[in-house]
């Protein structure tokens, strides 16, 4: 390991995107992959191969006493305490990971899901769940993450934005420049299996997804069938808000196999998070033919929307004039129709979700397929390879 390349990922206890971007660079480029607390019981079997599987810092188990209480902590203090080694390159996956930069030589290049949101647009959000004295001492970890987190970045070589929506928070909130390199799909692995009559919500349950607006338009729509296959803090609150509505399945956390036959054989997709960083989930669907009911936020607009910047739309959520987009209006709000599926306006309501569900028919859906199968095509993992590969040679 001394002197293999490194991927260094924040910590591997779900499967969630990031995860599997750390894991398909590591595999994909012969490094070593570490975390600072790993827990391959939650991931399915197949999700790690025994020449890639990542290397546990135990954070969880030997942070010192004192820093128990915050996760944050005892992940920071893992990373302070990474083993020596001397890779030629190291690619640090996440908000946390890079705070092992210290201890790492070699070229460092961040590949940057997103600033911590914490310290940035969310918050305001962070702080204001939490008490008064609890905020006092989330203040004071959040000065000195922001610290270590700027130093950190000023000591990479490279910066990789996982979407132009992220490279704008990097220059917004850093002041600093960087390539975007998109997140890596196994699209052939989503395959078309046919269309039966229900409509798939991937999103993790947690607020920042907003799938409890899903949940509340599908109670509305006892016609219209919902699957969600993902877990979170809310999964519980959100089994008791479908309880009595038989048309709602929460499935859980599903294994691999099983969420691709289920996007495989959906409707389309219903995916609105706020202002998502890049978003796997719906290139999947795209992959697997289905289009996607998604928002008009973040980096929904590089997938099921146009390929723009903020900057191309003026820092406006609105799009217009566009020859491939067409607007849809019925008198409670905005939403656009792309050549992939339907976006609802930012911060959407129950009753935007609604128009757009109806809207989205099985008949419209199925005629979207071609087009949601081109676009997801750019979005390959090999093509994520050849530009990350790019970007390491460029620095050696």
Not at 90 to 100: C, K, N, P
Not at 144 to 156: H, I, L, P, S
Not at 339 to 361: F, K
Request: positive net charge; glycine residues 10%; contains cysteine.
């Amino acid at each position: 390991m001394d002197s293999a390349p490194l991927v260094v990922h924040d910590f591997f206890t779900f499967p969630g995107g990031g995860e599997r971007l750390a894991r398909t660079l590591a595999k994909g480029l012969g490094a070593v992959l570490w975390g600072a607390e790993v827990d391959v019981t939650a991931y399915p079997p197949g999700f790690f191969t025994p020449e890639c599987s990542p290397r546990s810092l135990r954070a969880f188990a030997r942070a010192p006493f004192w820093l128990r209480p915050s996760d944050t902590a005892r992940l920071w203090w893992a990373f302070a305490k990474f083993p020596s080694c001397s890779p030629p390159w190291t690619v640090f996956s996440g908000s946390l990971s890079l705070l092992a930069h210290k201890r790492i030589p070699g070229k460092k290049i961040l590949y940057c899901h997103t600033p911590p949101r914490m310290l940035y647009d969310q918050r305001k959000t962070v702080l204001g769940n939490v008490s008064k004295w609890r905020g006092m001492g989330l203040r004071a970890l959040m000065a000195f993450y922001d610290k270590a987190f700027k130093e950190a970045v000023a000591d990479m070589d490279g910066i990789v934005a996982n979407s132009a929506n992220v490279q704008a928070r990097i220059k917004h909130y850093l002041g600093l420049e960087s390539r975007v390199v998109h997140p890596p799909i196994d699209t052939q692995e989503f395959q078309w299996l046919g269309q039966e009559d229900f409509y798939l919500s991937p999103g993790r349950l947690d607020p920042l997804k907003r799938v409890e607006r899903i949940v509340r338009a599908f109670v509305r729509m006892p016609d219209k069938k919902l699957v969600l296959i993902s877990g979170g803090s809310e999964e519980n609150r959100l089994q008791r808000l479908a309880k009595g509505a038989a048309n709602i399945r929460i499935l859980g956390w599903v294994g691999e196999k099983r969420l691709k036959e289920l996007m495989g054989k959906c409707i389309a997709t219903v995916y609105i998070p706020v202002d998502e960083d890049f978003g796997m989930s719906p290139v999947e669907s795209m992959a697997a033919g289905k289009p996607v009911i998604g928002v008009q936020e973040g980096g929904l607009w590089e997938t099921v929307g146009l390929d723009l910047t903020p900057e191309d739309r003026g820092g406006s959520s609105k799009v217009e004039g566009e020859a491939n987009i067409r607007e849809r209006t019925d008198g409670q709000g905005k939403m656009l129709e792309t050549e992939c599926g339907v976006l609802v306006p930012p911060d959407p309501g129950v009753e935007d979700i609604i128009q757009a569900v109806r809207y989205l028919t099985p008949k419209l859906a199925g005629e979207k397929r071609g087009a949601c199968e081109q676009r997801a095509s750019g979005f390959d993992s090999s093509i994520f390879l050849h530009k990350m590969q790019g970007v390491i040679s460029s620095l050696q």
